[in-house]
């Protein structure tokens, strides 16, 4: 019997896809023919364990296609996925359980690169090499058994009815001298993630300083005085935007806002870019922990997600492949390489990725970062 909740109805669809198709004589699509020939003890062992357990911050409506592909391929595991709360609480609760040696995570799946880097010291990860990661170049595996899920950029985004064509920013050079020279339009009109507010704001300001030194800081210097508002997410963004509440908004959740732009309505009012002379990406990381029970089915699912048909259903849920073999179509807007291609280069790719100055460095960035912008 299946417990419909948060917990369990991301499986459903999955499942029910995989019986229908072995209702219909489809039979199971099986490993992909390259991988090596001991792959299928691997197999055989997954589904002997019969089931796997996720814990992610990523929705249902991210989930489904990629349950549904990989339940074509091994329709024998049930997989459950729990949808956190924030990324956080993903190595939280797995640490909580494993404490007790409780049931726990078979798979983590997160945004948080600091928070991977205090559980990759914390000696948690199981290590394991994919048959996935000679096609993935080295920024997207910063540690044995660290694979990438996404990299999901940060954009501009801006009313149109309040910011014309030609003042609709395309860089951060751009945006800076726009904010000034629209100083009092814009006052208390644009908005961000807050550095203080979070981890995830903490990330992009860090991110984009890492990326410019101290042109970051002048920049954000020269911004203080529109004196921007700071927000934890962005849904709220998007809405304020939106109903004109906010002219613009910079380093906003891409995979938040471009949703929002298949409603037409919304599509007359929303506009957005690429940041061409810094380009913030966030990783969004996967692994096997230490305390997974199930290490066989947890093993088939990062390899899929890892493989470019994976890759692909997690585009079409909404997130940015980061495969670089992947390309837009067939319901992805972008990809890693498309955003590459789109400005310029990789030299300005501005990655939150898994430095350990992140950690060392939160409590004089923060300091400085409020003194610069006025934040008490």
Not at 125 to 138: Q, T
Not at 166 to 187: D, H, I, M, T, Y
Not at 357 to 370: A, G, H, T, V
């Amino acid at each position: 019997m299946i417990r419909i909740g948060r917990r369990t109805a991301l499986a459903l669809p999955g499942l029910i896809l995989a019986d229908r198709a072995l209702a219909q004589g489809g039979g199971a699509q099986g490993a992909p023919a390259h991988y090596p020939q001991g792959y299928q003890e691997v197999v055989a062992g997954a589904e002997k364990e019969g089931n796997l357990l996720i814990y992610s911050i990523m929705s249902a409506e991210n989930w489904r296609p990629v349950l549904e592909g990989f339940s074509r391929r091994y329709p024998k595991i049930r997989i459950e996925t729990l949808d956190l709360p924030n990324s956080r609480e993903v190595f939280e609760r797995y640490l909580a359980e494993r404490g007790t040696n409780s049931r726990t995570a078979d798979l983590l799946a997160t945004a948080d690169p600091s928070g991977w880097i205090e559980f990759q010291q914390r000696d948690e990860v199981m290590p394991y090499e994919s048959p996935e990661a000679a096609s993935w170049p080295g920024w997207a595996k910063p540690w044995p058994g660290v694979y990438t899920i996404s990299a999901d950029p940060l954009v501009f985004i801006f009313n149109k009815m309040l910011v014309p064509e030609a003042q609709q920013p395309k860089s951060f050079a751009q945006f800076v001298q726009l904010a000034q020279e629209n100083q009092g339009r814009w006052r208390n009109k644009l908005t961000s993630y807050g550095a203080h507010n979070g981890g995830f704001g903490y990330s992009a300001n860090f991110g984009f300083v890492q990326k410019h030194g101290d042109q970051a800081w002048e920049w954000f210097s020269k911004l203080a005085p529109v004196q921007p508002r700071w927000e934890r997410s962005g849904g709220p963004m998007t809405e304020k935007v939106t109903s004109g509440e906010y002219a613009a908004g910079w380093f906003v959740s891409a995979i938040t806002f471009w949703p929002r732009l298949n409603d037409p309505a919304r599509a007359r009012v929303l506009g957005w870019n690429f940041i061409s002379d810094g380009q913030l990406v966030i990783l969004r990381g996967m692994a096997i922990p230490k305390g997974a029970r199930n290490v066989n089915a947890a093993k088939l699912m990062l390899d899929y997600i890892a493989s470019p048909e994976g890759q692909t259903a997690f585009g079409r849920g909404g997130l940015t492949p980061a495969h670089p073999a992947v390309q837009p179509g067939e319901g992805i807007r972008h990809t890693y390489s498309s955003i590459v291609q789109a400005i310029g280069g990789e030299k300005n790719i501005a990655f939150i990725d898994y430095k350990r100055e992140m950690l060392d460095q939160y409590e004089p960035f923060i300091e400085r970062w409020k003194r610069t912008y006025g934040v008490s």
